[in-house]
């Protein structure tokens, strides 16, 4: 009888549906261009815990990733590493390294008429930083043209020798030359409130 009993015990555990899975956090991330190396990190330290869902609107993202300080931040920000801007050139381009003052006047125009400057939107944090380090208040000659990303910016420097350009360090390719460096500035992950449960766990491992 005892033994029936048993069996009718294993067989019944046996046929009982398993207990179901954990259902993994969506976290929803903004990333901008410039900061766009340190998502490959994000998506590991996600892991199977949570899943990472990239959104276009910064302002419904969990997480925001960027290159460099805000002006004015009322958000909660982490900085997760470092980024240095560059100024760079095509290798076969005759300019040299620039000092701070000259990069400055180049940018404003005030430079060698023949050079094709290349910057970003004035509202990429790159750009920011750029015309907060470099141009000091200085406008952009209106004759420099846009590069929607560091990978455009990256890839014109590349094929075409006349132009510079800026990019950060993370971005800089083998075929282009530095000949500034502007300075290095936080990657910061900024999230919407305190972060708490797997966003705290995302920041902690984005840190190591």
């Not at 990190?41 to 892991?47: R, S």
């Not at 290798?91 to 094709?116: C, I, T, Y």
């Amino acid at each position: 009888m005892k033994r029936l009993i048993l069996f009718l015990l294993i067989f019944v555990s046996a046929c009982a549906p398993a207990a179901p899975s954990a259902t993994p956090e969506v976290i929803s991330v903004y990333s901008t261009a410039a900061a766009q190396p340190w998502l490959s990190a994000l998506y590991q330290c996600a892991g199977t815990a949570s899943v990472i869902s990239r959104v276009d609107d910064p302002s419904i993202a969990d997480i925001i990733l960027r290159v460099g300080e805000l002006q004015a931040l009322s958000s909660p920000a982490y900085q997760i590493d470092t980024e240095e801007l560059l100024v760079v050139t095509q290798r076969q381009s005759p300019v040299q390294n620039l000092s701070l003052e000259e990069a400055r006047d180049l940018f404003s125009g005030q430079g060698d008429p023949s050079v094709q400057l290349w910057v970003y939107s004035s509202g990429e944090d790159i750009q920011e930083i750029f015309n907060r380090l470099v141009m000091q208040g200085q406008a952009i000659s209106p004759a420099a043209r846009l590069a929607v990303d560091p990978q455009q910016m990256s890839d014109t420097l590349v094929n075409e020798p006349n132009t510079v350009g800026i990019l950060p360090r993370h971005w800089k390719a083998g075929d282009v030359r530095e000949i500034l460096s502007v300075g290095t500035v936080p990657v910061l992950a900024i999230t919407s409130a305190n972060p708490q449960g797997v966003i705290e766990q995302l920041i902690a491992c984005l840190q190591k």
